[in-house]
């Protein structure tokens, strides 16, 4: 069983461009979230996508939106770059959602310049 | 509010020592509870997981945690560290569509 795919693996990016990053989950799962951690921060949430409907929210600016397809892979963009968003961004996939058993991906390295 | 306490930032042993490393944290009702390791520039991989049940949890990489409701603790043990443990460890609890991360211990070993 493949596990949970993320592209790409590293980005740079400048201040102000946006970014979209993919998260493809484990066949069957339905649920999958995104985090940012940061040495500083630690692992912080950002949202969870189930079933195509966005289900949780983190604390984080309106720059910071995900969408989920019907085939479960979802997307992450921020937009308006900050050099404080560079950061491994994680995507996690469950079969029952967020609270119970998660897989994670490698993450994608973003670097903000 | 729920939250998760790893109290320990780094911890270092020798190799070939015991570890346990600390995790409490603040819940309403029982939840479920994880423990992951993230070697550097990795995911999350999960070690272990309590739902119910039987207190005492082996889970891969000859490591274990024991659930201690009385005193909201579910440390992670292992009886003997490799050089390849060295890594960052993070205690979760999860409920009702939530999950929290605890910030993670860092596990130096000495050889």
């Known amino acids: 069983k493949a596990g949970v795919t993320q592209t790409p693996r590293y980005l740079i990016k400048t201040r102000g461009q946006q970014v979209t990053l993919s998260c493809s989950p484990i066949s069957g799962h339905r649920s999958v979230s995104w985090y940012q951690q940061t040495p500083g921060q630690g692992l912080q949430f950002l949202f969870e996508y189930f079933s195509e409907t966005q289900r949780n929210k983190g604390n984080f600016p309106g720059r910071f939106s995900g969408r989920q397809f019907s085939n479960s892979r979802s997307e992450m963009n921020v937009s308006t770059l900050e050099l404080g968003d560079s950061a491994l961004y994680l995507c996690?996939?469950?079969?029952?959602?967020?609270?119970?058993?998660?897989?994670f991906g490698q993450g994608t390295r973003l670097t903000v310049v | 509010a729920q939250s998760v306490t790893q109290p320990d930032i780094h911890i270092t042993v020798s190799e070939g020592a015991s570890l346990e490393l600390r995790c409490n944290y603040s819940y309403g009702a029982t939840p479920y509870l994880f423990w992951y390791v993230q070697s550097p520039g990795q995911g999350l991989q999960l070690l272990l997981k309590?739902?119910?049940?039987?207190?005492l949890v082996q889970g891969i990489k000859g490591f274990e945690a024991e659930f201690k409701r009385s005193q909201s603790s579910f440390n992670l043990r292992k009886p003997s560290v490799h050089w390849s443990d060295a890594a960052e460890y993070f205690c979760?609890?999860?409920?009702?569509?939530?999950?929290?991360f605890g910030k993670g211990t860092r596990l130096h070993i000495l050889p």
């Open positions: 309590y739902f119910s049940g039987d207190t």
């Open positions: 996690a996939s469950s079969s029952l959602g967020q609270g119970t058993e998660a897989f």
């Open positions: 979760a609890v999860g409920k009702d569509d939530k999950i929290i």
